[in-house]
């Protein structure tokens, strides 16, 4: 049988999105969301925290051996970030292709209308966070927003 396209069951997907430190403190929050919301996500969670070192250490526990760990935990709760879930088919990968590359210079450059492009300042400050692939989503999903993790985000004062 037919079914009209207003029928066709879409398998949305979520994702995690961080506005880090240096986007909340340069005021881009208002026109992400906005970015966000046009592109056709919708936003199923969201909360204001300001995260401590513990909390970033775990979340960030991948990179613990890089040279550059010590300055990412450092800038991560250098100020609150806005945390959300985004919603809608492929989630995961149309979020990673609107934020654009690691390095908000290279954004700047290949990627020009990305979100690191317009609000990043560099390699470290590239004021999105995006999750890259289905397990690290439902990790960082739980991690932020499931019951059983409240006792990591109670440690944190809810801005
Ligand atoms: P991603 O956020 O694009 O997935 P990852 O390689 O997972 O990039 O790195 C996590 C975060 O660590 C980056 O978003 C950035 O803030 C920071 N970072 C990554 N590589 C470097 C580096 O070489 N120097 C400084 N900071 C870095």
Redesign the pocket.
Known sequence: PLRSSANVDTIKEKTLAII?PDGVNGNYVDVIKKTILGSSFSITQEMQLQLNVNTVKSF?A??AS?S?FS??VQ?MTSGPVVIMVLEKENAIADWRALIG??DANIAKVTHPKSVRAFCGLD????CV??S?SPQSAAREISFFFEKSSSAIVSQHDEL
Request: proline share 6%; no cysteine; aromatic share 16%.
């Open positions: 880090k960030y991948e990179h890089k550059f300055g990412l800038y590359p690691t390699l470290q400050r590239n966070h995006g890259d």
